[in-house]
């Protein structure tokens, strides 16, 4: 009876874990708790976390008095947010034609081979996430790859591997 | 005004409407999908793009507002080849795993795609599960959703609950429940709005599924609640096949509740009676009751013998204690016309005033105050007439949104769309009061049980001090307002706040609130009635109003939510003691001698007391004590219903006749001696009035299961052959008992009732809509009382004093016990427990405690309790939530047996109106050891991740 | 104030940052350090200097040599022999031809090239960025005042608007109309947004604008908000965009420390203040009404229009949303006059304009020229000539939004009129010069993915349209095609420019076209003959072959 069960359980929703309460009241600290601040406090939160769990987007919808349905909507919209965990580093690479015209192509077959990923996975280690993202406005050096907030420009493919090796 | 050209047709629009609903209000049908005209419109499908003189490109007739001297065309071949891409696109992806199994009639979105030619592509991958969530009433394809989104909208502007949103965006869009959880969890009340503004089916009812479509769809009211939703009973082989809206119901549009939508099996199920039934001892020998507890087995039985059995007994009684030996109780779930006869009955042919109903548990108190200082007592003002003009409303004492569950989503757009400001006064944290959080200008008052004087006594105290009261109209419609303002002065901020338990500032607060946004609303149910205080709880509301001269005002008013879907129409019909239908009061001279002639009968009949009769909560317990001898129920069930049911059961056990017109053998039936099978709502024409006094047809849309006969006919029946046992004849001209139909019936009433004077089921088909008092043929009714001037002239104040509940807390029973409902369920559940989807969701009592009693007491999670008052037990699960404050428990009267609070409940009446003190009992509470299986932990977080804690606030 | 014998500046723009700046500024500062010359050489790190190749740049005033690329290691030598000694280090000298005609006055000094004409750039590398008082030396905060206290908002509305200003943000709507929209507007509060959501591909001129010069931006939406009677401002900043955040941000503290933002400015009645509000990602939200339903804390989809923002914008009010670097010309236009701006650009668009170059060319970066220069001007001029001696074959102009232009049109005058004539979008100033080697199936084919990624998915014609035509390229690229396919992306093209809601959905159509218009034979080569004649798509390698679907094409 797991409709019953949704009532049951609809008084006392489990409370959020101390991590994920702090990053969100750091954040809503921050920014407010108008309707306007969503998505800052989203990138805030999601900034520390890492990503954004369930428990944190609960919190967010509590405390932002908003429901839940739109703090998912807005959380699965912007490509800098993520409700899934990611890896110590994410990769982006940049996938926009200035990129590709100048030898992104090579590029990302190397990147791909290093890091043994698709698009949107994460390694078994745990080390690396592997996303494409559209032109981050450094195409004046493309190819470019942007690991965490670092930006690598003017890559060829047999960088690939060095590259990667100073991200532990 | 704005005048434009469509189609080389001039036509005449209101600024800002859209060019599509200017088209449509002409006549003109623009191809649409995404737009609804119940819906803000969203521009997304494209389909109903248009040529507009001067635009480059085609416009979204849908968001494009009108302008002066426009050009429009809505039809041409680049149109239709547009629209034609616009649905090839739509189809590309669009996969309809069930066509063409004979599924219900075509879709909104098929109807275009045919209209274009198209057909859905044979071999598309489905890309979603199909049949994706286990809501027992909402069946989720996404498979055929076209992403118009108009459940998100449905559910955000319609019911206000934000389910539905989207996530991913482009391609990759879709349609998700909360935060991508099961539809329940993410706060869905099942209310089914989303589905049936879904143009696609990818939101499809999962009862109707496999039940073929309809062959007709008939329009009634629903049966539950007093708001009085119309909806369409859709019919196959006599069969209910599903219910869908009536866009153009008066009261509630597309909107209904669970109830109303998936509450409608229980019409068709097994249990149903389809035959007489009596006692075999009642066949038998001296027809002498056997010895000692059990009436004996039931024997299935023809209606002549029945009902002929049922004459003779009654009869006899009559004969050997009087008339007033004899107990009818009417039935708040029944149609005007079947009250009125009951009420005729006891009062014509039996001659008695001994006849009540459920209002007497409900809102006695309510009918009683507002009569002693307005003149009459119901709500003043309609729910559409204080969406649109109130700028605060008051909520204390009603549960709006799980109860009156169209009404409270009404109350929720005012906030969210009008910006109306909203005070609840309860003392528990429901739905409702989300919405009257200072977010959005409210606030909620969690008074203790029982405090209401002492609370509106003080926000009328500080209303007084702050001079925000309206002097120019007490001063010119009400007397009697020098007594009030001496109590009120006993009444600083700083006792009421002792008393009731609410902070001082947020009184402060919550009288500014509703003094400060004229007109403002108060609405009210059970929390303020059902006390022995209850009258003076509705005076002190009394008095609130006239005190901000908000009685007789559009958007003001005193606003008591009706329960039963036609409580209204009982005590209309004179099924109360003291009133002849129309409130005429037995105690009038006049009255009596108007009914005397009216049902008069050849012998000089009937005799009418000039005192009132027996209310429900005296009749009862005067059966246990043998005074009354014989109860004639209709559609009632005190065994689960009635406060401190195990005295109840002991009473009925002592009565000596009892008649039980069900249509289920209730809990009751246990009781009975005949078991008379009527027809349910689906099965009967007539007519109910909703708290509003608004007068609705009900329709037939089904035939009678087995030898059921209409409640009427059957009272009718009874009454012809009552005349006929005792050799009497109608003399009068309301005397006779041979009725045709229902609405030959209405023209009896309008003939006795001046309030329903002009009421007649030919202007309901007409689709008048009638709130009384309706003074003739062409009296369009009152949607508003009070205007000008109150029912007894100047409306009168009361100084009121704060009394305490009956039972208080103390070292044996230290915990107060308030009780009510859930949405999900009806009272004693003899329908709803009937209802699979509705059981499904909600399968036993749960008892709310609050989390520092849980602790307390050692309750771990969703563990059984065991809760004991002075009068009995109950054993129910308990949900440990915040919506209770400490202290206080709260549990329902859905299910019976162990589980019903009604075994704990108290019979302390209120001394003028006689309602029973539901709300506040002492009680006494532990956790039972030996756990239930399904206290399973994980689970119910899998399926209420962001629970009734996350707000549905703003959009 | 102190002054110093030497000022050291260090390009910061993230291409520098990215090339190790860092690390460079920090050495220089230690060898300063060591050498005990803090007190006679001010050190900084700026924002972007100029395009060149040769990055990270260090730059020593007053002699204006430019050093380039520099590393960590080479500081030293700098310090020790330029900064201590006197003598320039020949060896780390970035050469003329990398630096191009880039910082207008100092290519104007040595007198080699012909100079940019900066009016938005002037500042730029000639300033600490986290200075306000750099600013206020160069000119900053004037205009402000003179607005505030010598002129009324309707004067500074017709001067804005006497300006021929228009839109930088890619449509060219002339902006005093808008503010004088936003004006006569009703509302209970009015709002300035500006746009740095800056999104398109190719496109970083607002980034270097805000990283080099963020008070520019800030005085800018103050005189604004003047003239259309708004006290408050947002600026809704690209979420990738950190640095040019903490700058902005930095710039914001300052101005409202020195009574340059809040209330009562100047001693005025008229209050303004700026609020920041960063992105999540979404190249949609630059489009300006789906950057308000963002700036509300909702999902980037646009609004229905009309109402425009003007009206209804922001929570309802009138609302001017306008790019950062359009707001970059209003204070120059208040202190000079708006005759002075006319004497830039051409008559229908003044003013210069900020362009991105980058492709396959010898230098790429951002330049600052009058609007009507060719492309083949800029080329040559600019870009120091293709790259490895390749020939222009196609340009891609004003991103993903813009053209897909052959090398025939590169003597158009590069202006609004001249290109809307053509039908050729200007859009954001991005210029991607490809040469032989670039396919244009490929190219579309790209920019295709952009936008399915991109679109957000509201509207029917671009969320489906975008992906068939997506599917479609990626087949004839994968040598797939079929022979109705040219019809198939026509069609396509037809919906999306005809039905779309916005812009996002209007422009993907623009490629297809594009593609079909000029490359129609490269496109037949491929579906008809599958090859690829430029060598670049898959099938080149391996004709004939069917699509290799569920391998993802990326890069
Ligand atoms: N789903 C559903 N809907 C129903 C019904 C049903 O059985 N099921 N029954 C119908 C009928 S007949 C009726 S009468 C109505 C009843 O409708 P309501 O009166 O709205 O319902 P209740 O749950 O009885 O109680 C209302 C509220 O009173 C609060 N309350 C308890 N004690 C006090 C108090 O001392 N003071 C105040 N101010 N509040 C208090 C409770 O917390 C509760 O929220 O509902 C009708 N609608
Ligand atoms: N503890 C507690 N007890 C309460 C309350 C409370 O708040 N707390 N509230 C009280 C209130 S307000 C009310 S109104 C009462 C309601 O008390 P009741 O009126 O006793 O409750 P229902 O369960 O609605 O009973 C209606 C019966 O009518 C039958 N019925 C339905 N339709 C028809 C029909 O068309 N014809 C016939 N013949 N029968 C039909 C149903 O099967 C059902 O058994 O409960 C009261 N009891
Ligand atoms: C898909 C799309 C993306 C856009 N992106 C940007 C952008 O990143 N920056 C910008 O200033 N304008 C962008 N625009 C244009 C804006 O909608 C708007 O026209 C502009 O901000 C107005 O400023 P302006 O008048 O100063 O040009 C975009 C438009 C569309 C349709
Ligand atoms: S979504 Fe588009 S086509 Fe559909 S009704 Fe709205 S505007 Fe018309
Ligand atoms: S059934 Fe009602 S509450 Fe549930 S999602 Fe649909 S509209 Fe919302
Ligand atoms: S589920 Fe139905 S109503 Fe909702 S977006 Fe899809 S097609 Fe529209
Ligand atoms: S709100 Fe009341 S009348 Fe309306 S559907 Fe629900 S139960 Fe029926
Ligand atoms: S055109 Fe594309 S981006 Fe624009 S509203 Fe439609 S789906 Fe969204
Ligand atoms: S295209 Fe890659 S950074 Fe701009
Ligand atoms: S009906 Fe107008 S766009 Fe859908
Ligand atoms: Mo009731």
Not at chain 2, 177 to 197: H, I, K, N, Q
Not at chain 3, 309 to 336: C, D, F, M, S, Y
Request: aromatic fraction near 6%; proline fraction near 7%; charged fraction near 20%.
């Amino acid at each position: 009876m797991r409709a019953a069960m949704a009532h049951r359980a609809n008084g006392h929703p489990p409370p959020a874990p101390p991590e994920v309460t702090a990053a969100v009241t750091a954040a809503v600290a921050e920014h407010g708790d108008a309707a306007g601040a969503l998505i800052p406090v989203l990138s805030a939160v999601n900034r520390r976390l890492g990503y954004l769990p369930p428990a944190a987007l609960a919190e967010v919808s509590r405390r932002l008095g908003m429901p839940a349905s739109r703090v998912y909507g807005v959380a699965r919209f912007y490509t800098l947010l993520s409700t899934e965990p990611r890896g110590r580093h994410l990769v982006q690479f940049c996938e926009n034609a200035p990129c590709h015209v100048v030898g992104g192509r090579r590029v990302w077959e190397a990147l791909r081979q290093a890091l043994g990923l698709a698009p949107g996975e994460t390694s078994a280690d745990g080390r690396f996430t592997l996303i494409t993202t559209s032109c981050i406005g450094a195409c004046a050096v493309g190819p470019v790859v942007v690991i965490d907030d670092e930006v690598h420009g003017n890559l060829t493919p047999d960088q690939v591997e060095a590259l990667l090796a100073r991200y532990a | 005004m704005i005048e434009l050209t469509i189609n080389g047709q001039a036509i005449r629009a209101q600024a800002g409407s859209s060019v599509l609903a200017a088209a449509r209000a002409n006549g003109i049908t623009i191809p649409s999908l995404c737009d609804h005209p119940d819906l803000k419109p969203y521009g997304g499908c494209r389909l109903c793009v248009v040529e507009v003189e001067g635009a480059r490109t085609p416009p979204a007739a849908c968001t494009l507002p009108v302008a002066p001297g426009m050009v429009v065309q809505t039809e041409t071949p680049a149109l239709a080849a547009a629209r034609q891409a616009v649905l090839e696109l739509l189809l590309a992806n669009y996969v309809d795993g069930d066509a063409p199994a004979a599924g219900p009639a075509e879709t909104e979105f098929m109807r275009w795609v045919r209209r274009y030619g198209l057909a859905a592509p044979a071999g598309v991958a489905p890309r979603y599960p199909v049949d994706a969530d286990p809501n027992p009433f909402i069946r989720v394809d996404m498979n055929k959703c076209i992403l118009c989104l108009r459940c998100v909208r449905a559910c955000a502007e319609v019911q206000g609950r934000f389910v539905w949103g989207t996530a991913e965006r482009g391609f990759d869009t879709r349609i998700v429940a909360g935060a991508d959880t099961a539809l329940l969890g993410a706060r869905c009340e099942s209310c089914g709005a989303c589905v049936a503004y879904c143009p696609t089916g990818a939101l499809d009812d999962k009862l109707s599924r496999g039940l073929g479509a309809a062959e007709r769809k008939v329009t009634t009211t629903c049966t539950y609640c007093g708001v009085g939703c119309q909806l369409d009973l859709n019919v196959r082989e006599n069969r209910i096949v599903g219910v869908t809206s009536n866009p153009a119901a008066p009261v509630n549009g597309m909107a209904l509740c669970v109830k109303g939508r998936y509450g409608y099996d229980f019409v068709h199920h097994p249990q149903r009676l389809t035959q007489p039934r009596v006692r075999g001892y009642l066949l038998e020998g001296d027809g002498r009751r056997p010895a000692g507890g059990s009436r004996g087995p039931w024997v299935e039985t023809d209606w002549d013998t029945a009902l002929n059995l049922v004459v003779r007994r009654l009869t006899a009684i009559k004969q050997a204690a009087g008339p007033d030996a004899i107990g009818v109780l009417a039935s708040a779930k029944c149609t005007n016309e079947e009250n009125y006869l009951m009420n005729k009955l006891a009062r014509q042919l039996i001659g008695t005033h001994n006849v009540d109903h459920c209002a007497r548990l409900c809102h006695a108190s309510t009918v009683a105050g507002l009569a002693m200082c307005y003149g009459s007592g119901a709500m003043s003002n309609t729910m559409a007439d204080i969406y649109a003009h109130a700028r605060a409303i008051f909520i204390i004492g009603s549960n709006t949104t799980e109860q009156h569950p169209v009404f409270g989503a009404r109350i929720r757009q005012a906030v969210l769309q009008r910006g109306v400001k909203l005070v609840v006064a309860d003392p528990r944290r429901i739905d409702i009061a989300e919405f009257a959080a200072p977010r959005f200008g409210g606030l909620h008052l969690r008074q203790r049980p029982g405090a209401d004087v002492a609370l509106v006594n003080g926000l009328m105290h500080i209303i007084l001090r702050a001079g925000w009261h309206d002097a120019a109209y007490i001063q010119a419609r009400c007397e009697g307002f020098q007594d009030l303002e001496t109590t009120l002065a006993h009444y600083p901020p700083a006792l009421a706040a002792e008393i009731t338990g609410v902070p001082v500032d947020q009184l402060h607060q919550a009288a500014e609130i509703i003094a400060r946004n004229k007109p403002m609303a108060v609405f009210w149910a059970m929390g303020i009635t059902q006390h022995t205080t209850g009258v003076f709880n509705v005076l002190s509301l009394g008095n609130l109003q006239m005190l901000l001269g908000n009685m007789g005002v559009p958007g003001g008013g005193v606003n008591p939510l009706r329960g039963q879907n036609n409580v209204q129409g009982a005590c209309d019909m004179g099924a109360l003691p003291n009133v002849f239908p129309g409130y005429q009061a037995v105690t009038d001279e006049k009255a009596r001698a108007k009914f005397a002639a009216a049902w008069a009968l050849h012998d000089g009949g009937p005799h009418l007391a000039e005192t009132p009769g027996l209310t429900v909560t005296e009749l009862i317990p005067l059966a246990g004590e043998g005074q009354i001898k014989a109860l004639y129920i209709l559609g009632e069930d005190p065994v689960l219903t009635d406060p401190d049911v195990n005295h109840v059961r002991r009473c009925l056990d002592a009565c000596d006749f009892i008649v039980l017109q069900e249509i289920f053998p209730s809990e009751t039936a246990e009781f009975a001696d005949v078991l008379l099978p009527g027809t349910a709502f689906a099965e009967k024409d007539g007519t109910f009035t909703n708290t509003e006094r608004r007068v609705q047809l009900a329709r037939q849309a089904v035939s009678p299961p087995g030898q059921a006969r209409p409640d009427w006919a059957i009272i009718a029946d009874l009454g012809r052959r009552l005349l006929a046992h005792e050799g009497r004849r109608p003399a009068g001209p309301q005397a006779g008992w041979d009725y045709a139909c229902p609405a030959q019936l209405m023209d009896e009433i309008a003939a006795v009732t001046p309030s329903y004077a002009g009421v007649s089921h030919e202007r309901l088909e007409r689709g008048d809509t009638l709130h009384w008092p309706v003074k003739g043929r062409d009296h369009p009714g009152t949607p508003i009382l009070h205007i000008g001037q109150f029912t007894r002239g100047l409306g009168k104040f009361f100084a009121i004093d704060h009394l305490p509940p009956k039972e208080l807390p103390d070292d044996e029973f230290p915990m107060v016990l308030t009780i009510g409902r859930v949405i999900y369920h009806w009272h004693g559940g003899e329908m709803t427990r009937r209802a699979e989807g509705l059981l499904a969701v909600y399968p036993e009592t749960l008892v709310e405690i609050n989390p520092e009693d849980a602790v307390r007491i050692g309750l771990n999670g969703a563990q059984t309790v065991r809760v004991t008052s002075r009068r009995g037990e109950m054993l129910a699960k308990a949900i440990v939530t915040d919506r209770v404050s400490p202290g206080l428990i709260f549990g329902n009267f859905h299910f019976p047996g162990a589980q019903n609070v009604n075994n704990l409940t108290i019979a302390a009446l209120d001394p003028i109106a006689k309602i029973p003190e539901y709300k506040v009992c002492a009680v006494r509470i532990e956790a039972v050891a030996g756990d239930s299986p399904e206290a399973a932990p994980g689970l119910a977080q899998a399926a209420a991740p962001a629970g009734r804690s996350a707000p549905g606030g703003a959009n | 104030m102190q002054t110093f014998r030497s000022l050291v500046l260090v390009s910061g723009d993230p291409r520098s940052l990215a090339l190790g700046a860092q690390a460079v500024f920090e050495q220089l500062q230690s060898a300063v350090r060591q050498r005990g010359l803090e007190a006679e050489v001010a050190l900084k790190l700026i924002g972007e200097a100029g395009p060149t190749a040769a990055l990270p740049l260090v730059i020593i005033y007053p002699e204006a040599v430019v050093y380039g690329p520099v590393a960590p290691a080479d500081a030293a030598d700098i310090v020790q022999q330029h900064l201590a000694m006197g003598h320039p280090v020949e060896r780390l000298q970035a050469p003329e031809r990398d630096l191009g005609g880039r910082l207008a006055w100092l290519s104007a000094r040595r007198g080699t090239l012909p100079a940019e004409q900066r009016i938005l750039l002037a500042r730029a590398g000639r300033i600490d960025p986290e200075s306000i008082e750099d600013y206020i030396l160069h000119d900053g905060y004037e205009a402000l005042g003179r607005a505030l206290t010598g002129q009324t908002p309707a004067e500074v509305l017709s001067q804005i608007e006497a300006s021929g200003l228009r839109g930088r943000g890619g449509a060219g709507f002339p902006t005093g109309r808008k503010l004088r929209l936003v004006a006569q507007a009703e509302g209970e509060e009015k709002y300035i947004v500006c746009n740095a959501d800056e999104s398109e591909p190719g496109t970083f001129k607002d980034r270097l604008l805000m990283e080099s010069d963020p008070h520019a931006l800030v005085e800018a939406m103050a005189i604004a908000g003047y003239a259309v009677g708004a006290h408050t401002g947002f600026v809704y900043i690209r979420g990738e965009y950190r640095l040019a955040y903490a700058r902005l941000e930095k710039a914001i503290q300052q101005a409202r420390a020195s009574r340059l933002l809040g209330p009562d400015l100047f001693g005025t009645r008229f209050g303004f203040d700026v609020h920041l509000h960063a992105g999540a990602g979404a190249y949609i939200c630059g489009e300006e009404t789906a950057l308000l339903e963002s700036l509300e804390g909702r999902r980037g989809e646009p609004r229905s229009r009309p109402p425009y923002p003007v009206t209804r914008g922001l929570w309802g009010q009138p609302t001017a949303v306008i790019n950062v670097e359009t707001l970059a010309n209003i204070p120059p236009i208040v202190r000079h006059g708006a005759a002075w701006y006319r004497t830039f650009g051409t008559p229908s668009s003044p003013g210069t304009k900020l362009y991105t170059l980058m492709g396959n060319v010898n230098v790429t970066g951002l330049i600052e020229v009058p609007m009507g220069i060719t492309l083949r001007e800029v080329i040559t001029i600019y870009a120091r000539g293709m790259k490895g001696g390749g020939h222009l074959k196609l340009a891609q102009t004003g991103g993903s939004s813009g053209s897909v232009i052959p090398a025939s049109l590169q003597d158009t005058p590069i202006d609004y009129a001249s290109f809307a004539r053509l039908g050729v979008a200007l859009g954001s100033g991005a210029l991607l010069i490809c040469d032989q080697d670039t396919c244009a199936v490929d190219l579309v084919r790209v920019l295709l993915r952009f936008f399915r990624h991109e679109s957000c998915g509201k509207c029917t014609p671009c969320r489906v349209g975008t992906e068939q035509a997506y599917q479609i390229l990626a087949r004839v690229a994968e040598g797939g095609g079929h022979p109705d396919d040219a019809a198939s992306l026509e069609r396509l093209a037809h919906s999306l420019e005809m039905l779309s809601n916005c812009g996002l959905g209007q422009t993907a159509a623009q490629p297809l076209r594009d593609l079909l218009r000029h490359f129609g034979a490269e496109f037949d080569a491929h579906v008809k003959l599958g090859v690829c004649p430029a060598g670049a798509c898959a099938l080149a390698r391996r004709p004939a072959v069917a699509g290799i679907l569920g391998v993802p094409i990326s890069g």
